[in-house]
């Protein structure tokens, strides 16, 4: 089917120009570079509209719409590699999705980065970054969506860089990219071995893509020699490459570190789009994925980092790593709702966390620039009458990632995922950790909140002059986040058990009205409004009471469990065990490969240059001693020939006389005698 | 025969060998006045009258008396050349004179035919005169000619030249 | 008995002893006088020719020793006349103080 998909491409091409445009201005122009980026967004936003609506449609055959474009590409021997894009269902909610939330970002970004000096760079990498995500939604081929991949990973780099001449910024650019790379390696992998299986990378290509029945049928009948499925052992190689995207232990040590860039970059990087990539692509390839036993692990890996990230964000001081390590968690029930439930299930968290996460970091941004560039939370305090808006929608957000019941969109998400890891037949492992990673959500979203807007301002380096300076954003600022609250609460009810829409749409059915799911849900929803409630109320009990305002200053639960505290700060020393083996083996093999280059091929470029001078050295003396010499010796010796042979001219007669004499003497012997010798 | 042959040559050889060999120059020129008249003996007695008084008058009257007003002239100082270039040593000349003298010597000595006696004859000055002037009238003329120019040529050389003296003095 | 061996054999001594002296000597005349010399022992050999050779009424050597002498005596005059002219300037007429032909030097 083509249809829509024949100008989808426009979509992540309009911010590509404007990314392109902007690279090449000759000076910052900075009207011009944030209009065209808000204005190629803007595009790409009614251009996702536009192929959004055919997939309302839904047809008599409740078959899922899917309109593609498929075209050759590379000639490789007989045969080509083939690209695409389509709009499908899932795709088309990506599209909207990401082109909004980063039309709002970027709107967000003219007011955040006013005093920045290098403004106009930063909306080129905006505009490359919201091309390459675009791109990757809408690829209908692993091949292609590995190059948006790609891009999107480099995008981040420079936009986690921004401020490159800090150091810490630098090396958090250099750490997300080599450990996306890790991550990379694995989805590389698991994509050659899909193409050399299948023979195709398009995922739906009428019949012959890699994700359609004829393949899945062929690969699933295949096992190592281990006795693991080939399924399995692609599947678990392309989670690799989510995994390290999408900020899975162990390769979750990049984000936090992430948020030296630009609030606006972790907002729409790390928290609405580009982590969202890893669930979008074990989404794509949730068909082959379900073969084999691929989901158990993303699901147990998914349950294990919620619950790990959830730990250690009760115990940060920094609101931006606080919302990183939520990421993070929240990723992993993304993961855990993609194992246990289904594509529907997990990537309706996604676009709920979307837009709450989003809110939430923006929100931050609005209190670090309020605050003037503070970012510890026990030096703010206070804010909630200081800057209203803000902490209005900042509660919005944190209700809903909390899962406050009913009105916020996060607790239908939230749940839908634990109703799926609830009824998962194979463990209940999951569910327990899902459930624990609630309870840590709400009490560390309690404590942030209660240590940045309640009680008094504690800002005391800055001390008075700038607790009268704190004041609400501008509103190109708050505006945003408004919008953002607004859809944090209305997504939600697109995906309640008894109106299943969104569950609905993915899957190309229509919606209908199933009251019956409520009561099988309702179990699982007051169990989770319990546990957040305790929770928050955990968070209230320990922080709430006016602990913040003590001084000496001590955390409380530093004071109830100083070993569990400082463990859960220092993020179980994950970062420390990476240094002291990978990297230190790294440093080991570079030393050692520097020590070869220098001494060993060093050593033989410099004796090969001893040898080439001893030769030039040795020619040289060969040219001064032996040509010049022998040429001065010869010139000499005519010389002095010549010398000689004058002197035979001297002018003396008596000589000539002699010689005269001689030679008539020696004549005549000849002549009289020649003939008898 | 032998021993008037005898008389005659030794003291001309003799002479010869002395004119060679003094040092003093006037010795030298009277030794070789002295040979030239031997030789002119020698001419008489080998029947060349006519020869031998042409040889005294032309060699011992004019050319011993040339190289005697010669000699005479000549004397005064001599001034040695700092720097002599480097000589052929003179046993060089001697002994190219004695291999010649052996040379010839030997070509004498084994050449038979030299030795058929004849009968004498005498030399009339008028044969002299009459060969001169019929057979032999072009190399007369030539030698008249010859003797025109080296009169001229050694008046000329001789001259005293003031002009050019000074001139050829250069510093 | 023919003494012409002897004579030649004398006009070659002479001739020789001539030679010699030329090659020896120092001073320009007694080269001169060697000259001489050997001028006379041809003519003496020439003569000794002409009256024991064959055909003596033709006077072939006769007077080819005229006309030596005759040449003898023109060279001569000349010879010493440039001895004097060189005598003159280098004042000197030792054959090895003579070896330029450059004239001003003195």
Known sequence: ?677 | ?171 | MNPLPTVVLLSCLLFAIGLGGVLTRRNAIVVLIGIEFMLNAANLNFIAFWRYGPEPEALRGVMFALFSIAVAAAEAAVGLAIVLAIYRHWRTADLDDVDELRGDRL
Not at chain 1, 14 to 39: E, H, N, Y
């Open chain 1, 1 to 677: 089917m083509n249809g829509v998909a024949a100008y989808v491409w426009l979509i992540p091409l309009c911010p590509l120009i404007a990314a392109a445009v902007t690279a090449l201005l000759p000076r910052q122009q900075r009207r011009l570079a944030s209009g065209l980026a808000i204005g190629a967004i803007s595009l790409s936003f009614l251009l996702s509209v536009l192929s959004f609506l055919p997939c309302l449609t839904r047809t008599a055959d409740e078959r899922v719409p899917r309109f593609l474009v498929n075209f050759d590409w590379v000639q490789l021997g007989s045969g080509f590699l083939r690209l695409g894009w389509m709009v499908d269902p899932m795709s088309a909610a990506m599209l909207v999705m990401v082109s909004f939330v980063g039309g709002l970002i970027f709107i967000y970004s003219v007011g955040y980065m006013a005093n920045d000096e290098n403004f106009t760079r930063f909306f080129c990498y905006l505009s490359l970054f919201a091309a390459a995500m675009l791109g990757l939604v809408v690829a209908n081929s692993l091949l292609l969506l590995f190059i948006c991949w790609e891009i999107v990973g480099l995008a981040s780099y420079l936009l986690i860089g921004f401020w490159f001449h800090k150091p810490a910024a630098a090396a958090a650019a250099r750490k997300a990219f080599v450990t996306t790379r890790i991550g990379d390696i694995g989805l590389l992998l698991g994509m050659v071995w899909l193409y050399s299986e299948t023979g195709s990378l398009v995922f739906y290509d009428e019949g012959r893509g890699c994700l359609e029945q004829t393949a899945l049928s062929a690969l699933a009948s295949k096992t190592l020699a281990g006795g693991m499925a080939v399924t399995t052992s692609i599947s678990i190689l392309i989670f690799c490459g989510a995994a390290g995207k999408s900020g899975q232990i162990p390769l979750h040590v990049w984000l936090p570190d992430a948020m030296e860039g630009p609030t606006p970059v972790s907002a729409l990087i790390h928290a609405a789009t580009m982590v969202a990539a890893g669930v979008f692509l074990v989404a794509r390839m949730h068909p082959l994925m379900s073969l084999g036993s691929g989901l158990q692990v993303v699901a147990w890996v998914g349950a294990l980092t919620a619950v790990f990230a959830a730990s250690i964000a009760v115990a940060q001081t920094d609101i931006k790593r606080i919302l990183a390590y939520s990421t993070i968690s929240q990723l992993g029930y993304m993961m855990l709702g993609l194992g246990t439930g289904g594509v529907a299930v997990g990537m309706f968290h996604l676009f709920t966390h979307a837009f709450f996460k989003a809110l939430l970091f923006l929100g931050a941004g609005s209190v670090i620039h309020g605050c003037h560039g503070e970012q510890d939370i026990r030096r703010m305090g206070g804010l909630r009458k200081l800057m209203p808006v803000t902490f209005a929608t900042y509660g919005v957000g944190m209700m809903a990632l909390a899962g406050f019941p009913l009105f916020f969109s996060g607790f239908w998400s939230k749940d839908a995922i634990l109703h799926a890891a609830h009824t998962w037949p194979i463990s209940k492992g999951p569910f327990l950790l899902g459930l624990l990673g609630t309870l840590l959500t709400a009490f560390y979203m309690t404590r942030q909140m209660l240590y940045v807007f309640f009680g008094t301002n504690r800002s005391t380096t800055r001390a008075l002059a700038v607790s009268h300076g704190i004041h609400e954003s501008a509103p190109t600022m708050t505006m945003p986040l408004v919008v953002l609250a607004l859809f944090s609460v209305t997504l939600g009810f697109l995906g309640t058990p008894v109106w299943p829409w969104f569950d609905a749409f993915i899957a190309g059915r229509s919606a209908h009205w199933a009251l019956h799911h409520l009561t099988e849900a309702l179990p699982t929803m007051g169990l989770s409004t319990i546990i957040v409630l305790i929770g928050t109320s955990a968070g209230w009990w320990c922080y709430g009471r006016g602990q913040i305002a003590q001084s000496p200053f001590r955390d409380t639960l530093a004071g109830f469990a100083p070993r569990l505290y400082s463990l859960l700060r220092d993020r179980w020393r994950v970062d420390e065990f990476y240094a002291a083996t990978f990297q230190a083996l790294n440093q080991a093999l570079a030393e050692l490969c520097d020590l070869l280059d220098r001494r060993i091929w060093g050593g033989m470029v410099r004796l090969i240059t001893a040898a080439a001078e001893g030769f030039c050295a040795l020619s040289r003396w060969a040219d001064d001693q032996v040509i010049n010499g022998g040429f001065e010796h010869a010139c000499r010796r005519l010389s002095r020939s010549g010398g000689i042979l004058s002197a035979c001219q001297d002018g003396q007669i008596r000589n000539y006389l002699r010689v005269v004499a001689v030679a008539v003497v020696l004549l005549m012997l000849w002549l009289l005698m020649g003939e008898s010798l």
């Open chain 2, 1 to 171: 025969m032998t021993l008037m042959l005898f008389l005659l040559a030794v003291p001309t050889l003799a002479a010869a060998l002395a004119a060679m060999c003094l040092r003093n120059l006037v010795h030298a020129a009277l030794c070789a006045a002295i040979c030239f008249t031997g030789v002119a003996a020698l001419f008489v007695y080998l029947g060349a009258e006519f020869m031998g008084f042409a040889q005294v008058i032309i060699y011992v009257g004019a050319i011993a008396i040339l190289l005697l007003f010669a000699v005479l002239l000549t004397r005064g100082f001599e001034t040695l050349s700092p720097l002599r270039a480097r000589q052929v040593p003179w046993p060089v000349g001697v002994m190219a004179a004695l291999i010649t003298l052996a040379v010839m010597t030997i070509s004498v000595v084994s050449s038979p035919s030299l030795l058929r006696p004849r009968t004498a004859m005498v030399l009339r000055t008028r044969q002299v005169g009459d060969r001169l002037m019929t057979d032999y009238v072009l190399p007369m003329e030539a030698i008249g000619l010859l003797m025109t120019a080296v009169l001229i040529g050694a008046a000329v050389l001789a001259l005293r030249d003031s002009n050019g003296a000074k001139r050829r003095r250069v510093p």
